[in-house]
């Protein structure tokens, strides 16, 4: 979570200026094809280019380990923009697999990137365990209580020729490492687990990101731990979190977030049989959509009150 664009770190890493030989056949075909996918702003078939890409491997047998850690990490950026997970995770797996370790500033962030991206590739994907097993990666390097050491964010060393990344992973990529953990559980339909994760969680993620400025960034994780409590049954800790992701999401004027909070409240509400609180919720919902003369979700309110009466007359039926 929280990554700056790869074309825009990439590019400063510069890794076309580093030709294994100019005369290489491989580096005189990659080479164009990396500027396209890496150079800011520039465009691209996502098709064609992972067309053009999965040609070179081939050229590979006789490469450096540099060099085909390059093509599949280009590979698994492409296929990442190309929201294809499985074989974004599979193009990572390969280029880590020929470069591990690295004491190569070049290469460092670049691996980093895959490590931590190749937690939600997999997740995507639905191999839940390999993602976790990258949870655990990271986990073991940067335990909850020691994120206050890690840098508040990235910066980037561009006095020299080839742009030098500094300062990562940051407090942001690792509570987002954590947070991931709950995910994958509730994804396993390990309700509790993912709760008590979370639970552990929240403290550090409230107190770090208060420090950072950004306590918007909790609402994710108020998000799934209303969802895990809710999938226990434990309706009333559900409308906690969800009070909590509220009052976030009302201080940072974030609307969608405020709409999206009424309607899980008010669906709360109606399940435990608190029809007037319901009803209070829907209103917030409506009285938010006349301030902003937000005529789609006005027509979306009409339709859950017309919902939540229904429910209400079938509830009141013997």
């Known amino acids: ?17 580093q030709a294994a030989s100019p005369a290489s056949g491989f580096e005189a075909r990659f080479a164009p094809l990396y500027a396209s996918v890496f150079t800011e702003g520039g465009s691209f078939s996502g098709s064609a280019m992972s067309r053009d890409l999965k040609a070179l491997e081939p050229l ?42 690295t004491t190569s500033t070049e290469l460092a962030y670049p691996q980093f990137y895959l490590r931590h991206s190749s937690i939600r590739w997999l997740a995507d994907a639905g191999d839940h365990q390999a993602a976790m097993r990258w949870v655990k990666h990271f986990q073991s390097q940067y335990p909850l209580p020691s994120i206050a050491k890690l840098p508040a964010e990235m910066r980037w060393d561009e006095t020299r020729p080839i742009a030098k990344a500094l300062d990562f992973p940051t407090q942001t990529q690792i509570l987002g490492v954590y947070e991931d953990e709950g995910y994958l559980l509730h994804e396993q339909k390990r309700y509790r687990e993912a709760l008590q994760a979370n639970q552990r969680l929240l403290p550090v993620a409230r107190e ?4 950072l400025g950004r306590p918007e960034l909790l609402r994710g994780l108020l998000t799934n731990m209303a969802q895990n ?45 608190q029809q007037q609180q319901a009803r209070q919720w829907l209103a917030a919902y409506e009285n938010l959509a006349q301030t902003n003369k937000d005529s789609t979700h006005l027509e979306r309110s009409k339709q859950l009150g017309a919902e939540l009466a229904k429910r209400s007359t079938n509830r009141s039926k013997p």
Request: charged letters at 20%.
């Open 60 to 101: 590979l047998t006789k490469a450096s380990a540099r060099d085909i850690f390059r093509l599949y990490y280009t590979e698994a950026s492409v296929y990442g923009r190309r929201q294809m997970p499985a074989e974004a995770a599979q193009a990572a797996q390969k280029a880590l697999a020929v470069l591990p370790t």
């Open 1 to 17: 979570m929280f990554r700056k664009s790869v074309a825009t770190l990439s590019a400063v890493l510069g890794f076309g200026a």
């Open 229 to 273: 409590s809710y999938e226990l049954g434990d309706l009333e800790l559900a409308r906690g979190y969800l009070q909590q992701r509220l009052d976030i999401a009302l201080k940072a004027q974030d609307h969608e977030t405020v709409y999206d909070c009424y309607f899980q409240l008010m669906v709360l509400a109606q399940e435990q049989g």
């Open 208 to 211: 770090r990101l208060q420090a």
